[in-house]
């Protein structure tokens, strides 16, 4: 069985720091990773500044497996994602020949002008493999681990959909729950106990608002089954032993 893959995300354009446009990939793109055993291990949000998306990308790709992008590949001045990734890579931006040839056949075909701005748009790093889609005339495309994906959720969902048949896939997390009607100040303890004996399954206590009172999910992850088999019974008998009441329900889960 293949060990996990890890990833980043990285969330490019002003508009989501902003408040004005609220991300929508973040859900996606981690369920569809983890669905092949690719953990989503970190997600970062920053702007269109050259200088930070460089430094961001070159940081994230030496700690892991792949790196995605969302945004800055359209065609408008702020549109920078492209050559701050081949800056990143350390290799020159220039048209991509592939990429090229299908745009301007695309634009000539509906007597539209490939003019500079849209010709942009089939520029890459040097050596770029493209990430060809339906939703889309542009492409995104893959330099060294770097996974460089439209903003839009429609198109990026089409391209994530296309490469990940490509990348390397690896042990598929498995998620738990039990729910329970006790406060999280009666479980820390007992759950920090648990979590010192079970250092492979990832043990997360996250608290509901309920018309009953308390009700807290316990949340269990882990690539593990058998561990997490024993820490399920293991969890429900503290529960009981604690005073409260749980109900359980199981299921695969996109996780990081």
Do not use: W
């Not at 075909?109 to 790093?125: G, I, L």
Request: glycine share 6%; net charge negative.
């Amino acid at each position: 069985m293949n060990e996990q893959v890890s990833a980043a995300l990285v969330l490019i354009g002003n508009e989501i720091l902003s408040g004005r446009t609220q991300d929508a990939n973040l859900k996606y793109i981690a369920e569809s990773l983890g669905a092949v055993g690719i953990v989503l291990l970190e997600a970062r949000v920053i702007p269109d500044a050259q200088d930070t998306i460089v430094s961001t990308l070159r940081e994230l790709k030496t700690r892991f497996d792949y790196v995605f992008t969302t945004g800055g590949i359209g065609p408008t001045h702020d549109d920078i994602t492209s050559q701050c990734v081949a800056i990143a890579v350390d290799q020159p931006l220039e048209l991509h020949p592939v990429a090229f040839k299908n745009m301007r056949a695309h634009f000539q075909k509906r007597s539209v002008d490939f003019n500079e701005a849209r010709q942009r748009m089939a520029k890459t790093p040097r050596g770029a493999t493209l990430i060809e889609s339906a939703a889309s005339i542009a492409p995104g495309y893959i330099a060294d681990n770097i996974i460089v994906m439209a903003g839009v959720p429609k198109i990026m969902q089409h391209m994530l959909t296309d490469v990940i048949p490509t990348l390397k896939h690896g042990r598929i997390t498995i998620s738990r729950q039990l729910h329970t009607n006790l406060p999280e100040g009666v479980l820390a303890q007992p759950l920090s106990d648990l979590q010192a004996r079970y250092p492979q399954v990832g043990i997360g206590s996250y608290p509901q608002t309920v018309k009953e009172g308390f009700h807290v999910i316990l949340v269990t992850r882990s690539t593990d089954a058998k561990a997490l088999d024993q820490l399920d019974n293991e969890l429900r008998d503290m529960v009981t032993a604690v005073g409260g009441q749980h109900d359980s329900q199981t299921r695969p889960m996109v996780t990081s």
